[in-house]
């Protein structure tokens, strides 16, 4: 069955540190997508990739990187966290045909940055 | 750019009762999705539904391309669910969310 797999599904960072956030999928999907989730603001696009090697800057990528080194892997790296980052992260893959299937979402990473 | 719209922002129903969700959008999509989200939890998919009708158990989704707008109803609510209600649409290969449809089921 096909899957989004996010790690770590809780992490606790201090300010200034970096976290990495993975995400692995099985769909063999081109299109990976890296959202924050927070209240009274809705899911928000951070970065994007249409395959592997590239990365796409979404609605609010300042303070993210991304890296998709292969079909399978996106990542989303805090270089230097900061509270204002503390947010559930999901990650998701679609191929964005015509007549495509569905998107897939992992279930969520809870970033807390003290 | 792409702007989703769904109504209500929220709906109160007794158990057994029918929903009605809307969700509005700006530009021509190659693909749109209904997702279900408990409190606190992750996105399940209920439906994609570009085009047309399509059901699955309780839940029929309408979208009529066209006039860019889609509708989820759910017959003989239940408690169960109760949660956020999200459309989403791929365009440009990016997807775009609506803000959501909070549901609230009473027993």
């Given amino acids: 069955e096909a899957a989004v797999t996010q790690s770590p599904r809780n992490k606790v960072a201090v300010t200034g540190g ?3 956030l993975s995400c692995n999928q099985t769909n063999n999907h081109n299109n990976m997508y890296w959202y924050r ?3 009274g603001h809705g899911l928000r696009l951070i970065h994007y990739s249409y395959g592997a090697g590239s990365t796409e800057k979404g609605d609010i990528p300042d303070g993210y990187k991304a890296s998709r080194p292969s ?3 996106f990542s989303l790296i805090l270089e230097l966290a900061t509270p ?3 947010s559930v992260y999901f990650c998701a893959s679609g191929d964005g045909g015509a007549n495509t299937g569905q ?3 992992g279930e969520g990473s809870k970033l807390t940055v003290l | 750019g792409q702007q989703v719209q769904q109504s209500p922002a929220s709906l109160v129903l007794q158990e057994g009762e029918n929903a009605e969700l809307q ?3 700006s530009s021509t999509a190659t693909q749109l999705q209904w997702f279900y989200q408990s409190p606190g939890g992750s996105l399940v998919s209920l439906l ?3 085009s047309g009708t399509k059901h699955t158990g309780r839940l029929t989704s309408t979208t009529v391309t066209k006039e860019r707008r889609s509708s989820l109803h759910i017959s003989s609510s239940q408690t169960t669910d109760s949660g956020t209600y999200l459309c989403a649409i791929v365009s440009n290969n990016r997807i775009f969310f609506g803000d959501g449809t909070q549901l609230v089921v009473k027993p």
């Fill in chain 2, 48 to 50: 994609s539904n570009p």
């Fill in chain 1, 18 to 20: 970096k976290v990495t």
């Fill in chain 1, 71 to 73: 079909q399978e892997n």
């Fill in chain 1, 37 to 39: 989730q927070d209240t």
């Fill in chain 1, 103 to 105: 998107l897939y979402f």
């Fill in chain 1, 84 to 86: 204002s980052q503390t």
């Fill in chain 2, 23 to 25: 969700c509005n959008f």
